[in-house]
């Protein structure tokens, strides 16, 4: 057999393999898909669900309405419980079997059947930002070609593991899939049992680094990375440690904090302690607040 004709058996392959555990999630003018990944268990991206009723269409036409388990839109990842039956759930590739030159197969709901195109991973550790703006890292970036509406879809190996969620489309033809490592899997289960992560909030709103610097000048002070606290929530963990307007944050539990993502991952690190040191800069006076994320008395 020629390497057309084994391109050929593998898509064919892979397409019947998946072609019942995906589905297509109607809203929008584009929709998106979804992955069946266990007995009722539909997994998406987080942005591809608006409220907690979706209507779902799987590959045979049957349509059902599906009631949103969890999100975790930080990770940009969703969980919708449905009636599955009939569909077969797709199973798990091993973690560690995702390596540059790999060749992948995307599988995508379309209005009546399953779209499945074919490229390699280029690279295990890009990053995009998610729909509040956080940066997600690790994601696996590869050429299969995929049409808009594609996210939500399914990444598969060879064998028809299931690898990756495609999420983002990036410029030159690439798109990118959240890896379903064991880390992933856990949240999915979270997520199915409507265990929806509330990651710490400070309660503020920050200005870009180059208008800090503007202000700073403007009224004479010196320089310095951080982020501008331009407006405070009240009753937020913030005003209750004494965050004011016109603070400027330079560090996060001892570490420098030269944008948004440095914040963000001191959150993240922050989200079992229930607190964060910050040091803040006002005017001329350095200090540090110790800000609680408990839920005020």
Same mark, same amino acid.
């Given at each position: ?35 069946? =990944? ?32 969890? &999100? ?25 079997? =995702? ?119 403007? $009224? ?11 407006? $405070? ?23 420098? &904090? ?30 540090? $607040? ?8």
């Amino acid at each position: 057999m020629g390497a057309l004709e084994e391109l050929q058996a593998a898509v064919t392959s892979v397409a019947a393999a998946a072609r019942s555990g995906i589905v297509r999630i109607d809203g929008g003018w584009r929709g998106a898909s979804g992955v069946v =990944v266990g007995d009722g268990n539909v997994l998406t991206n987080a942005h591809n669900v608006h409220g907690d009723e979706i209507g779902l269409v799987f590959p045979d036409g049957r349509t059902v309405d599906g009631t949103l388990a969890g &999100v975790d839109a930080d990770s940009d990842l969703a969980v919708i419980t449905a009636d599955t039956a009939g569909a077969t759930p797709i199973p798990w590739a091993p973690d560690g079997s =995702v390596t540059i030159g790999l060749p992948v197969f995307a599988a995508t709901a379309t209005s009546d059947d399953v779209r499945v195109t074919w490229g390699t991973v280029s690279s295990v550790s890009r990053a995009f930002r998610g729909p509040r703006g956080r940066r997600i890292r690790g994601s696996i970036e590869h050429t299969a070609a995929m049409a808009p509406g594609s996210s939500g879809s399914a990444l598969l190996d060879a064998e028809g593991r299931l690898i990756g969620l495609n999420t983002n489309r990036v410029d030159g033809g690439f798109y990118l899939a959240l890896p379903t490592d064991a880390g992933l899997r856990t949240r999915v289960d979270a997520l199915s049992q409507g265990k929806s992560p509330a990651p710490p909030r400070l309660g503020v709103a920050i200005a870009p680094a180059w208008a800090a610097s503007r202000m700073r000048r403007a $009224v004479g002070l010196p320089e310095r990375d951080g982020l501008l606290v331009r407006d $405070v929530e009240s009753d937020s963990p913030a005003e209750r440690a004494g965050i004011t307007v016109g603070d400027l944050i330079v560090e996060a539990a001892g570490k420098p &904090v030269g944008g948004s993502d440095d914040l963000f991952d001191a959150l993240a690190s922050a989200e079992q302690s229930h607190s964060l040191a910050l040091t803040i800069v006002r005017g001329a006076d350095e200090r540090t $607040v110790e800000v609680s994320f408990e839920a005020a008395a």
